[in-house]
Every structure is written in C-alpha cells, then in structure tokens.
C-alpha cells in the first residue's frame, strides 16, 4: 500500500536549516507530485510547498517564499525539503502527501490529499 514516511525534524536555532525527507513506497514517486505541510499547535494545517512530478514545478505557500526549497531523488524514492533561516514562527509538525496526480495545481494546498505521512517534528527555538 501506499506509505509515506518523513523524517529529518529537531531542534534547531532561529537562522539555521534542516533538511526534511520523504519517502514513499507501495507507489512510483516519480509519477506524482509530493506536497509539504505543516501544523503548529492551535492552528490550522497550512501548505508550504508543493512539487510536480513531470517538470517539478514548485508552488510555494507564503511561509516558504524565498526560504525554503523543495527536491527530489527518484531514484531514493524521496522529496526532501529545506528548511532555511527559520524562525520559531516555523515550528510545527511537518507532513508529506501525495493525491496521486503529476501535478500539484495551482490550488494545490486546498486539495484533497489521499496519502500522508506521520509527521515530523521541527522546533525552532534558541
């Protein structure tokens, strides 16, 4: 079946960077595009960014615009986010998904996702 698992969250001080990995199984990655989002304890889940499978289009949610970039490594079977100069306004539980489409879309964050995986905590705290 379809299995997503991210790993790669801590703690980190405000201005560093970490590297978030997903990896998928039961599923070929590289056909569809993997979406990042985050949920901060009392708020809602927001998108952070999403990645197409046939031209890896990137489409950024406002927190993510010039700090954070996303890749992938078919071959690893595994999208990676960087996090970069993060603040502790960036701290949440950080998930991956799939809907199972090459493209994310232009609404992509408001799309229903099929797939997700368990989370992964980041702090960002001094």
């Known amino acids: 079946q379809v299995q997503l698992v991210e790993s790669g969250g801590g703690l980190v001080q405000p201005g560093g960077s970490l590297t978030l990995s997903c990896v998928g199984s039961?599923?070929?990655?590289?056909?569809?595009?993997i979406g990042w989002f985050r949920q901060a304890p009392g708020k809602e889940r927001e998108g952070v960014l999403c990645m197409s499978s046939n031209d890896y289009t990137s489409y950024y949610g406002e927190s993510a615009k010039g700090r954070f970039t996303m890749s992938r490594d078919n071959a690893k079977k595994t999208a990676y986010l960087h996090l970069n100069s993060l603040k502790p306004e960036d701290t949440a539980v950080y998930y991956c998904?799939?809907?199972?489409?090459?493209?994310?879309?232009?609404?992509?964050?408001?799309?229903?996702?099929?797939?997700w995986g368990q989370g992964t905590q980041v702090t960002v705290s001094s």
């Open positions: 039961g599923f070929t990655l590289d056909y569809y595009a």
């Open positions: 998904a799939t809907h199972l489409r090459p493209r994310c879309g232009t609404g992509w964050s408001s799309y229903v996702y099929d797939y």
